[in-house]
């Protein structure tokens, strides 16, 4: 894999004629595969989100080492609106998961997880310990899983950042899966015609877009279609609301392990792993 990623935030995409359903979906699971192997990453994180008419932007690091049951992460994001800000951290030490967020003037919110626990869980759904807890638990690559467990994965064609050659992944919702979400609306969600962008709440993404290096399969981005609120009802258009970005990507390299040291005070600390753990069901293969 490549020593750094691109760091541009605009991408070309010029018509090839690619889209075969087949090949998108493995392109993702392969990027996912890859991300869970990768001994070392390192890389810095862009982000944007729009809601409404408040844009959030900002972003943070993210740090992983080690494979299998060996993997440790580092994910830290800080997002500013106005005189708001959104931190998020989430850390992976082996023994536990932790996740602290801030979200605006909302109270601090820190919860751990044992990651023993989870390994248990996931060796009933005949998961080998080999393979990494981290797509059940966090950081990046529980990004991508999750947008892999709830989208479909149906057009891939080819693009540029940079100079980098990527694949583009445009993914519509799992029927259903966006069926248990809106039971409401359930019945015509699997009908024939289905529903379109404008009958889904408002800021609900509507689909999603990955942007995946080419020769190493990265996810160098994700982003996701909505939309936006407070449009006329004409509006039907799906625009970009919210944008996850990894540049400056190291693989390979090594990493600084007082990263994975995370000794927070224990006030206020909730232990959710019990309610987590019933909870897991196996992802999508």
């Known amino acids: 894999m490549p020593q750094s990623g691109p760091t541009g935030s605009v991408y070309q995409r010029p018509r090839d004629g690619a889209e075969e359903q087949g090949n998108a979906e493995r392109i993702v ?19 944007l989100a729009r809601v409404e008419d408040v844009v959030l932007k900002g972003g943070g690091r993210y740090i992983q080492s080690g ?25 992976n030490d082996g023994l536990y998961s932790w996740s602290y967020r801030k979200l605006g003037r909302q109270p601090p919110r820190l919860t751990r997880i044992d990651t023993r626990r989870v390994r248990e ?18 950081g990046v690559q529980r990004s991508l899983a999750l947008v892999r467990e709830w989208f479909c994965f149906d057009a891939v064609s080819s693009g540029m950042i940079d100079d980098v050659p990527i694949w583009i992944i445009d993914g519509q919702w799992d029927r259903d899966r966006l069926a248990t979400l809106l039971p409401e609306k359930a019945e015509a ?26 020769r190493e399969l990265f996810p ?55 309610n987590y753990v019933n909870a897991l069901q196996p992802l999508r293969p």
């Open 67 to 91: 494979t299998g049951d060996e993997q440790r992460f580092r994910f830290e994001s800080k997002l500013t609106a106005d005189t708001e800000a959104f931190d998020v951290l989430e850390v």
């Open 220 to 274: 160098f981005r994700i982003e996701w279609l909505a939309i936006p609120g407070r449009r006329p009802v004409a509006a039907t258009t799906p625009e970009v609301v919210a944008v996850l970005e990894l540049y400056e990507v190291r693989v390979g390299d090594p990493v600084d392990a007082t990263a994975f040291v995370y000794k927070p005070a224990t006030e206020g600390l909730l232990d959710v792993s019990e």
């Open 189 to 214: 969600i699997k009908g024939p015609a289905g529903i379109t962008a404008g009958d889904l709440p408002e800021g609900m993404p509507w689909s999603v877009r990955l942007s995946i290096g080419k």
């Open 29 to 47: 699971a392969a990027a996912l595969t890859g991300l869970g192997r990768a001994q070392s990453l390192s890389a810095r994180v862009r982000q």
């Open 121 to 138: 869980r996931l060796g009933t759904f005949g998961i080998p310990e080999q393979e990494t807890a981290a797509p059940y638990l966090g």
